[in-house]
């Protein structure tokens, strides 16, 4: 056993289906495109009665999609391999509908019959990691630390602002706790 894992290596490292960016070897990556095409059509065909439903074609352009496509897939390949249909309920229940709604939502109509779009975010992003922004931001988060203040050295308690960070209950309304239980 500790030789397949020593053969292995770092478990970390692994290549996981359901996280595309981890299958760095070109073959194996392949292979996970040609699965999530596969599991794409299925989906489109065994799932979908509204064509607003779709998955768009252009799929494989949105980042968001194939991460959770990926995650779909595999969270249904693993609900087929149960011995009893509590796992497959949990995908059909709450699985697919869910991603779903989060595509209708990120889609919006964006990417239906016209065909792909351009990112309609890509210029705010931009702007998000554009230099000055993140220096903005580096400030900001810097000030913030600045305002806290170090724990008194034998302290037992943990302070700031000078306040305790213990929680601190109170009875704000009706009678005061029964000391007898």
Not at 17 to 32: F, G, H, M
Not at 35 to 50: A, G, P, R
Not at 79 to 86: C, K
Request: charged share 20%; aromatic share 6%; hydrophobic share 40%.
């Amino acid at each position: 056993m500790l030789e397949q894992q020593n053969a292995l290596g770092d478990p970390r490292l692994l290549a996981r289906p359901w996280d595309p960016a981890t299958c760095v070897d070109p073959q194996l990556r392949a292979e996970i495109w040609r699965w999530l095409e596969q599991v794409v059509t299925w989906l489109n065909h065994e799932y979908v009665w509204d064509a607003d439903a779709m998955i768009p074609s252009c799929w494989p352009s949105h980042p968001h999609l194939v991460h959770e496509l990926a995650v779909l897939a595999d969270l249904r390949r693993r609900a087929g391999l149960g011995l009893t249909a509590d796992g497959l309920e949990e995908w059909h229940r709450y699985a697919l509908p869910a991603f779903a709604d989060r595509m209708r939502q990120r889609m919006s109509q964006h990417c239906q019959e016209a065909g792909h779009q351009a990112w309609p975010a890509k210029s705010r992003h931009a702007r998000h990691t554009a230099e000055a922004a993140v220096q903005e931001r580096a400030a900001v988060q810097h000030a913030d630390l600045g305002t806290l203040t170090a724990p008194a050295a034998m302290s037992p308690t943990p302070v700031w602002h000078g306040r305790s960070t213990q929680p601190q209950l109170q009875i704000i309304d009706g009678p005061g706790p029964d000391l007898e239980t």
